[in-house]
């Protein structure tokens, strides 16, 4: 029965992990978009896509908390922040289109 329980836990998350890379996706041609057409309201349905992404984000994590294999791959949380630092730092250049290699 653990066997069958912990294999629901991770296709639980492997449908959270894949309603983040969706909403990442989105963000990211939204992102193309913008640095040619540079409209207002490109940079608005980014920013919106943005909230969308995040809460992505923050539900992946709030469900990884409540669940078994959850705690397992909370070993892997620094990793994470690392990945949300750069995101971070990638969204900032990219709002001010100030991109570089160092990125």
């Known amino acids: 029965m653990h066997a069958n329980t912990?294999?629901?836990g991770m296709i639980q998350i492997s449908v959270e992990?894949?309603?983040v890379s969706h909403q990442l996706?989105?963000?990211r041609g939204l992102t193309a978009g913008y640095?040619?057409?540079?409209s207002q309201n490109t940079k608005e349905?980014?920013?919106n896509q943005r909230l969308n992404s995040d809460d992505a984000?923050?539900?992946?994590f709030n469900f990884v908390k409540i669940t078994e294999i959850g705690q397992q791959m909370?070993?892997?949380h620094s990793y994470a922040d690392e990945i949300?630092?750069?995101v971070t730092e990638l969204r900032n250049a990219l709002s001010i289109f100030k991109l570089n290699k160092q990125l």
């Open 6 to 8: 912990e294999l629901t």
């Open 17 to 19: 992990v894949s309603k």
């Open 25 to 27: 996706q989105i963000e």
């Open 35 to 38: 640095m040619t057409d540079r």
């Open 45 to 47: 349905a980014i920013d």
């Open 57 to 60: 984000i923050n539900n992946f």
């Open 74 to 76: 909370m070993s892997m």
């Open 84 to 86: 949300e630092n750069h």
